[in-house]
Every structure is written in structure tokens, then in C-alpha cells.
């Protein structure tokens, strides 16, 4: 995030009260993080170790252990030395986003839980639970989809059909009496947000936030593409924080 | 502004380091766990 964005002086609709003046920590080479990690010594793990800890924990640091890769050689030059895989980042990110707008029971992000959190931390009046007499009411948030737009997603879903091998035959997936989506495999959620979530709830949810989710599909898409450019990188960069902020 | 606090947990964050992956490591599909996972029923077979 720029320090100039407009986001970072926003006092009122992420955290109540606080801007965020802080920049993104340096990201330090693997030479500099060679030298924070071995000022800390070895620990020893189990029965016999009485739960030691580094010193500084919780203060400085939250760090548990030294990973074992510190002892190779070539780990501090190494420049890429844990490999994020997008497939699992993509299935997991397919999984809230959809479980979410399609307010799935007990896979939903936004639970009772989420809105108790909000009153503490966040200033937005029209998410908070009400009291009807006896009972809370959580009000449907406008991310959610109402339940005859989630039944038109479903059908649609219902009605796909892919080139062969494209991905597994969604349709087959959906059990429309209990309006779920069951068993989607890590390739056919990467299928889901490269093509399908622009699609799926485009005039089904507010512009916005349909806009901000084409934005993550765009990204993916980008990112997964076979030919890159160097530019367009540090394009993807940028955008790929704003991105997060825009949800948040 | 939209989804609650609690949608954010380590994995929405983890698409910020993609770029930086992608610009060193290249493009994903070589670094992808697709090919290993498929392999997995093969072992398990």
C-alpha cells in the first residue's frame, strides 16, 4: 500500500479509531535473516526439554522454533526459500469467498462470531446483530446473496458444461434439495476463480463488491498466465495489496 | 470495505507475496503441486 492512499487515512471503517501509519515491514535478503535467526540458539524439543522458549517471545518475536533449513549451506542465498502454491492458496481463497457469499451453514466467514468482533473493532452499524425481543437477529450483510439469488447461482452451476478435461462436471456437484456444492476438487476451485466468479455473481451482488472480486479474478489470472512480463509484475503487486484492503 | 475481519485469516494474505514469487521463481505452472497430487493416486493405486 502507498503511503499517500486514501485508505490509510481512514479512520472509521476498519479499525475504530486508528489509522494506519505504519508502512509494510522491510522484506530483509536471506543474509540478513541468516543473521536474526542464528542470534537465536538451539531449542530442544520434547519430553526432556522443560517448553523453552527464545528470549523475546511475544515481545519481539513470536517465533517458536529455528526451521532446520538454516543449517544448509546455500538456505540464506537462496532467494526464494519457501514456494507458495497457488493451488492451495486459490482453493482455500475459493472456499471463503464462495462459502461466504453464499452464506453456506458453518463454513460461512461471516458467523455470529464474526459480527460480535465487529462491534469491538469495526463502526459498521448495519452489520451488527439486533435484539428482537427474545431473539438476535443478524442481519444479511451485503455480500451475502439473498436465498433466490443463491438458487440461480446454483442452477447456473447446475446447467454448466466444460470442454473435456477442463475441470470435473461441476453440475454433478451440486445438490440442489440441500443447495450445496459438494466436493470440489483443488483443480476445479482454480477452474472456479480463473473463469467462473465474475460470472456466477455478476447482477447478483452490489457493484462493488462484485467489482472487487473480478479484481482478485483478474489477479489469479494474471498470476497463473504462462507468459510474464516484468512490468506487468510489479503492476501485480500493487494491485494485489490494494486488492486485499479493497475486501477488507 | 466489505467482507468482516474474520475473513481475513493467513491464507487471504498470501496472494501479497505471489508477485514476488512469480517475478523470481517464474511462471507457477512450474512450480505448481497439480502434477504431485495427481501422482498421489497413482502411489496410492
Not at chain 1, 133 to 162: D, H, I
Amino acid at each position: 500500500m502507498p503511503p499517500n492512499h486514501k485508505y490509510k487515512n481512514n479512520r472509521n471503517d476498519f479499525f475504530v479509531g486508528r489509522v494506519e501509519k505504519d508502512v509494510a515491514p522491510p522484506s530483509l535478503s536471506g543474509e540478513e535473516f541468516h543473521d536474526v535467526v542464528s542470534e537465536y540458539g538451539d531449542i530442544m524439543f520434547g519430553l526432556q526439554s522443560d517448553k523453552q522458549k527464545f528470549s523475546g517471545f511475544g515481545l519481539n518475536h513470536i517465533w517458536v522454533k529455528r526451521s532446520i533449513f538454516w543449517e544448509l549451506p546455500y538456505w540464506k542465498t537462496n532467494l526464494l526459500r519457501h514456494n507458495l502454491d497457488i493451488m492451495h492458496i486459490e482453493k482455500n481463497m475459493f472456499e471463503n469467498i464462495f462459502n461466504t457469499v453464499m452464506n453456506v451453514k458453518r463454513k460461512t466467514k461471516d458467523n455470529i462470531k464474526a459480527r460480535l468482533d465487529l462491534v469491538v473493532f469495526c463502526n459498521r452499524k448495519n452489520m451488527e446483530l439486533v435484539c428482537d425481543g427474545s431473539r438476535v437477529v443478524k442481519p444479511r450483510a451485503s455480500f451475502v446473496l439473498e436465498k433466490n439469488a443463491q438458487l440461480l447461482v446454483y442452477k447456473w452451476l447446475k446447467s454448466l458444461r466444460f470442454p473435456d478435461g477442463h475441470a470435473s462436471n461441476i453440475s454433478r456437484l451440486i445438490k440442489m434439495e440441500e443447495c450445496r456444492l459438494y466436493e470440489m476438487k483443488s483443480h476445479d476451485c482454480h477452474v472456479f476463480m480463473q473463469t467462473l466468479i465474475p460470472l456466477a455473481f455478476r447482477d447478483l451482488l452490489p457493484k462493488g463488491i462484485w467489482d472487487a472480486l473480478t479484481e482478485i479474478n483478474h489477479f489469479v489470472r494474471d498470476i497463473c498466465s504462462s507468459k510474464l512480463n516484468v512490468d506487468h509484475i510489479k503492476g501485480l503487486k500493487r494491485i494485489s495489496s490494494r486488492q486485499y484492503a479493497n475486501l477488507r | 470495505m466489505i467482507f468482516p475481519p474474520s475473513f481475513f485469516d493467513s491464507m487471504e494474505h498470501l496472494p501479497v507475496h505471489l508477485p514476488f514469487e512469480v517475478k523470481v521463481g517464474g511462471p507457477v505452472q512450474y512450480r505448481w503441486m497439480y502434477p504431485f497430487e495427481r501422482l498421489d493416486i497413482t502411489i496410492a493405486m
